[in-house]
């Protein structure tokens, strides 16, 4: 495949579009006829899904929530139509959600169609195009920082989602909302009291928040698009549908745990989504101390979120996990999660804090 389309692949069979419904859908809400009219579907990410949609010369993405049972206020695709609309105001490279359809019976689920963006995302091998050494890898972390630091630093009334969280008691609901995921997910009795030490540790330490800022929720490299042009350009951020307003460290903590540098153990091979052939990533202790000096925030109980982010993320790969076990996804991709589980449990109850 060409640099243009590597992200690209045929409709999985079992998540396929109704195409006989969405195309006069379509037709209706541009006021034009479609011709050539050609469906993609974009292979990365793990939950909703993504296609890329071509007619009259012109390029669409498609995004909805994933196949099966859905847990209430998850994948929520106007949320994300909101926040985007909104960001891309301010924040040119969160792209533009031009509509949103929440009418059911067009492809049996509610979506929204976002403008193209096009470039590259680095998930677990990096492009060939590309010339991996150290200058390049310091590009793409404090790049995506800064990034990240701006996001956090942008008032949410200025872009007009003020409205979009509840900033107060944010940190202990979603402590408590994460557990609850976690028992309904879970398929074993040694699932189920895995996390019990760290979350009554992590409920008696809780921190205080010190500001309330726009967080993504899911900020890591692959949801990142560099530029073709200058590599080391950010030109998209993905997957805001977790969007809110609360605790900007919880980004970071999250974040962290799907980083790798040469301390970490074996296992955290299994964590990390990013490219392992070669590990010359800054460390942990890098990234905390950059994003403290770009954002102005106390970092000194950063171990808390990073724990906190370590359970998170063993939820949400559960929750995808607990679908392919179901057979609600046929996708490969998840069939070794139960792993990934195992070593983010291991790195939760083994942070200090």
Known sequence: MSMMDSELIQVRKDEKLNLFTLKPYLSDVFKTDLTNFKLM??????????????????????????????????????????????????LTIVPNSIHLCEDINVIGTNFHIIERKKGYVVRKNFPDFIDINKDYINNLTFKSLDVLSFLHLVKPCEVGLEKLGKPEGFVERQLNGWEDRWKKSTHSDELYYAFDKT?????????????????????????????????????????????TIGDPLMDLGHMLNYWIDDKD?????????????????????????????????????????????????????????????????????????????????????????
């Open 41 to 90: 579907q974009f292979g990365g990410g793990h939950a909703n899904l993504t296609y890329l949609i071509s007619f009259n010369e012109m390029e669409f993405v498609l995004r909805r929530p994933p196949i099966g049972p859905i847990a209430p206020s998850a994948h929520d695709m106007k949320r994300e139509h909101t926040v985007q609309k909104a960001l891309n105001k301010k």
């Open 199 to 243: 979350i009554k540790h992590l409920r008696n330490k809780l921190p205080n928040p010190q500001c309330a800022s726009i967080l993504h929720n899911d900020f890591k490299w692959d949801n990142i698009m560099w530029s073709f042009e200058n590599v080391t350009e950010p030109n998209a951020i993905f997957d805001w549908d977790m969007c």
């Open 265 to 353: 153990p074996i296992e955290s091979k299994l964590i990390t989504s990013m490219p392992i052939s070669k590990i010359i990533y800054p460390r942990k202790s890098e990234i905390i101390n950059y994003y403290s000096k770009k954002t102005g925030f106390n970092v000194e109980n950063i171990n808390w979120y990073y724990a906190f982010g370590a359970f998170k993320l063993a939820v949400i790969l559960q929750q995808i996990y607990v679908r392919f076990l179901k057979g609600q996804t046929s996708d490969k991709r998840f069939s070794n999660f139960d792993k990934r589980i195992e070593a983010l449990i291991k790195r939760a109850n083994s942070i200090k804090f």
